[in-house]
């Protein structure tokens, strides 16, 4: 079987849909498990005890970083889902739940826009760019904690800046009639004449254009300035009111400032469009008569609509790579085939041609069953006897008896995607993955499987488990190596000596040794796995055997990391 090389990342918790597998395992009792979700050490052993992959989430602090309220809200959905006789994966009734929620947002921006604009066509306007946008579309659909705030928080807003804009009204009011008072009775006592009032709060009570201001504001300065220069000495109500004008003046031309260097700010690559045209026809709405506004922001609003839906991504084209994990464009298809699998009564394993990270994991395959996954640049093994259980006092959430988790922290076996050949001999030898979902240009054996199902670029393929095929498939297998090289043989031995897999290890140095007795990072191996699992004798073995070629110090010197590929190559200090 022949394997592509794959996209890589960096290595953090299953992406999946994270908040509904975290959902799914506590109302169905098995599912994955991030990191961020993962209670911390029970306090006897601090993380210290066990794996080396535990130890370093424990001392960077990977556990507990992300609070269950989003999670429990989609679990009481779930729990009511369940309640009213829902059987299937509660996928698509988590996702739907989400989008009706964030449909609430382009109505919590009216609300907003009108309490910090008070008009009505600068509200409309922010609805209709916020409901067409395409971020709106695309991130509102999935269970991101983002999309899902932005309605409550919008709303909330508005009820804030309510009441800030109403006490900032009261305290100006206050002491515009305090000034007022002194200057009337100055210029009286002085006995020179009032001028013509001016109110230089305007702004304060009636919200027009900054850019409309500005031209009053500068107006009014310049009349005022020139009726003081024709009067001896001015008057001091004159003087304090081109102060306030001035502080006005600049306080607009500040604010038009800020709006172009937003503009630029949003022209950037990666912020939306939307905020761009909504100050454009801002400033088309307070600068250009009433029929010309018109019809140029309904041109502006069509083609931006057209823009947007240019961009909408499908399923049937590449177009939703910009918006999948890796850029990858089969997740969809890799999800209903999936999708396919959780209708079935027969699956007991379920083997993924695909990154664990495009799929919706557990909460779509709604299955409690292995699984053999890819993680970047290897695949993993997530086995019934990898799972972490967790009772009800490890719980945060509406208690089960008992959760069943799968997480990077535990796992059954670690396979490069250079040792495809024995992958296949583990798929064979471990009946218990009898439904494979692989690529269509994949190629794979004729004899013992037969395709099921298939959508766009995967198919899924189902172990025929007759008698002569069988006995075909085991002969293929007991001829297949432990791996194709020395060093694949350790790099995937390194690893699964991280995750405590002592006898999988030791089987891939035990055959690395026996294809090149002189190589010392097998022997310094062996000899850590001797020494990790309280074996004395066989470490002495393995270190008299390693100074035939080497001498003492080099053989008991902990085995150098093995990098396999670069973007793994960091360093932690445990």
């Known amino acids: 079987m022949k394997h592509d090389s794959c996209q890589s990342g960096l290595l953090f918790g299953i992406v999946l849909a994270t908040r509904a597998e975290v959902a799914h395992s506590e109302v169905y009792g098995y599912g994955f498990r991030p990191y961020e979700y993962m209670p911390p050490p029970d306090g006897t052993d601090n993380g210290t005890s066990g794996s080396v992959s535990k130890a370093q989430e424990y001392k960077l602090g990977m556990y507990s970083l992300r609070s269950f309220m989003f999670p429990t809200i989609f679990t009481i959905v779930g729990k009511v889902a369940v309640f009213l006789g829902w059987q299937k994966s509660p996928y698509v009734i988590w996702k739907i739940f989400h989008a009706a929620v964030t449909s609430c947002l382009p109505l919590s921006v009216y609300r907003f826009v009108m309490v910090t604009h008070a008009s009505r066509d600068i509200a409309t306007l922010a609805t209709i760019l916020v409901a067409s946008s395409i971020h709106m579309n695309v991130f509102g ?121 937003f503009i630029i700010y949003s022209l950037r690559g990666h912020k939306e469009l939307s905020s761009v045209i909504m100050h454009v026809c801002h400033i088309i709405l307070k600068n250009v008569t009433f029929v010309r506004q018109t019809s140029v922001i309904r041109s502006i609003i069509l083609l931006y609509i057209a823009s947007q839906w240019n961009k909408f991504p499908s399923y049937t084209d590449n177009s939703n790579a910009f918006w999948s994990y890796g850029k990858s464009s089969d997740s969809n298809y890799v999800n209903i085939c999936l999708n396919y699998l959780s209708e079935q009564h027969d699956v007991r394993g379920v083997y993924i041609d695909a990154s664990i990270h495009v799929t919706g994991g557990y909460t779509i395959l709604h299955k409690n069953v292995p699984i053999i996954s890819l993680i970047h640049k290897e695949f993993y093994e997530f086995g019934m006897d990898s799972r972490i259980l967790l009772d009800k006092r490890n719980r945060e959430l509406i208690p089960n008896d008992t959760l069943s988790l799968a997480t990077l922290r535990r796992i059954s076996d670690f396979i490069s995607i250079k040792n495809t050949q024995y992958l296949l001999k583990v798929l064979i030898k471990q009946t218990v993955y009898n439904y494979l979902i692989i690529e269509n240009k994949r190629e794979f054996l004729k004899h013992g499987y037969s ?13 025929n488990f007759q008698p002569e095929q069988e006995v075909y498939l085991h002969h293929i297998a007991a001829n297949i190596p432990p791996g194709p090289d020395v060093f694949t043989l350790n790099y995937e031995a390194n690893w699964l000596l991280t995750y405590e897999l002592y006898d999988k290890a030791e089987y891939k140095l035990l055959y690395s040794l026996k294809n090149d007795n002189k190589n010392l990072q097998t022997y310094q191996l062996l000899i850590r796995l001797y020494e990790d699992q309280k074996k004395p004798g066989k470490a002495k073995k393995m270190i008299n055997l390693c100074k035939q070629y080497f001498n003492s110090v080099k053989c008991r010197e902990s085995p150098k990391r093995i990098v396999m590929h670069s973007e793994y190559n960091f360093d932690l200090d445990i």
């Open 451 to 463: 395709e099921v199902f298939r959508s766009g670029t995967m198919r899924v393929l189902k172990r």
């Open 141 to 261: 659909t999935h269970t991101f904690i983002n999309s899902f705030l932005s309605p409550i928080l919008f709303y909330t807003l508005s009820d804030i800046m309510k009441i800030i804009l109403t006490t900032e009204a009261v305290q100006q009011k206050a002491k515009r009639s305090s000034d007022e008072e002194f200057l009337d009775l100055y210029s009286k006592s002085r006995g020179v004449p009032t001028e013509s009032e001016i109110d230089p709060n305007f702004m304060l009570e009636k919200q027009v254009d900054h850019n409309e201001n500005c031209r009053k504001l500068n107006s009014l300065q310049n009349k005022n300035k020139q009726t003081d220069d024709r009067k001896t000495g001015g008057t001091a109500k004159s003087s304090f009111k081109r102060t306030q004008f001035k502080q006005k003046n600049e306080q607009c031309c500040y604010m038009n400032g800020v709006s172009m260097l």
